[in-house]
């Protein structure tokens, strides 16, 4: 299809560009997804239902992604939603998967209750500053590989959880299977501007002093902002892989060398490895499911089912009613069930 065509079709229909965004090791999707799954079901079969896809059409979707990606540079500046922000608020629920991780840990473990929490594939890690608001005494581990949603959470998390957050969570750049070579995020800068906003300087004098450094810290270098030094953690009491992670790994020989890294950071006293997975009928199908939101429409879309390499590729996109955009494939994995 020529670019003029193109141009003219899109011309009467709501515009499809919007932020791409791919990630193959780790997933994200809703704990409570499925209690919604029937009702969603339903209303997707009747409208939600896309036509097969032929070559021409594969070749003007994959021209708009590249249009999307770029458009996600933009987005902020046009006042649009981060990605991460929409996938907070109609995915997560990070309250009730700490009461569930809690009651687990007191019907297995019990005896004590749990206050150091790994969070693998965490993403922006809502879960690890959820658990460290009720207790002061709390830890959290957070490991994840994608460093944008890292860096979004220690400017949006983080900081909302109170003055002490930052020197007990600990968020690591890297492979949930190579632990030892992630690198951990240094938000230093982020603390002291923290401190700056809860308290006033002594003097003049003290606060100029404290935004110099804070202004050194942010020219240092990339590799600067990573602390390369082992650093030595609590055992934890709980690990957790939330929202499907473990099906981002595809082989047997991976998921056992995970699962011996869980083991190895779990305290010795006594501590739970926490995971879902996907699964059912509805699994190996094409599938679209949507659930709607005040600000925005969240879709699920779930393509054809790699019975043999028992693989299937999710796509979460993000309807956004007052821009009048859309975020297609805002979030993308490549699961083997």
């Known amino acids: 299809m020529g670019k003029k065509e193109k141009k003219q079709k899109q011309q009467q229909k709501t515009s499809r560009r919007g932020a791409s965004y791919y990630r193959n090791e780790e997933d994200e999707e809703d704990y409570d997804f499925n209690n919604n799954y ?18 021409s059409n594969e070749e003007e979707e994959k021209e708009e992604e590249e249009e999307e990606d770029a458009d996600d540079k933009t987005a902020s500046k046009k006042g649009m939603p981060s990605k991460f922000l929409l996938y907070q608020q109609s995915v997560q629920s990070p ?17 004590r ?10 993403g922006t890690a809502l879960l ?21 949603a890292l860096n979004w959470c220690i400017e949006n998390n983080i900081n909302k959880v109170g003055a002490d957050g930052y020197s007990r969570i600990s968020l690591f750049h890297g492979n949930v299977l190579q632990p030892l070579a992630a690198k951990l995020v240094n938000f230093e800068s982020q603390e002291i501007m923290n401190s700056i906003g809860s308290k006033d300087c002594k003097d003049d004098s003290e606060s100029n002093e404290v935004k110099s450094a804070v202004q050194v810290g942010s020219s240092t270098s990339t590799d600067d902002m990573y602390m390369k030094r082992n650093v030595q953690l609590v055992p934890r009491d709980i690990v957790c892989a939330f929202n499907y992670s473990c099906c981002c790994l595809h082989k047997r020989v991976d ?13 010795k006293k006594g501590g739970i490895f926490v995971m879902d997975l996907y699964g059912g009928t509805s ?11 005040p600000n925005f ?3 699920w879309e779930q393509a054809e089912f790699d019975i043999i390499g028992r693989k299937t590729r999710i796509s979460l996109h993000f309807h956004l009613q007052k821009q009048q955009r859309k975020l297609r494939h805002a979030f993308s994995y490549t699961w083997r069930l």
């Open 113 to 122: 209750l749990p206050l150091h929490l790994q969070e693998d594939f965490c």
């Open 297 to 299: 429409t969240y879709i």
């Open 95 to 111: 309250k009730g998967d700490i009461s569930y991780l809690q009651k687990f840990f007191l019907l297995y473990v019990g005896g």
């Open 255 to 267: 998921l056992v060398l995970y699962f011996k890294h869980v083991l190895d950071v779990l305290s």
């Open 128 to 148: 690890s500053t959820e658990w460290l608001r009720n207790d002061s005494r709390r830890t959290a581990v957070g490991v994840d590989l994608d460093l944008e």
């Open 38 to 55: 029937s009702q969603s079901l339903a209303s997707s079969s009747l409208s939600d239902q896309e036509p097969e896809h032929d070559d």
């Open 283 to 293: 699994s190996e199908s094409k599938l679209r499911l949507q659930r709607r939101f």
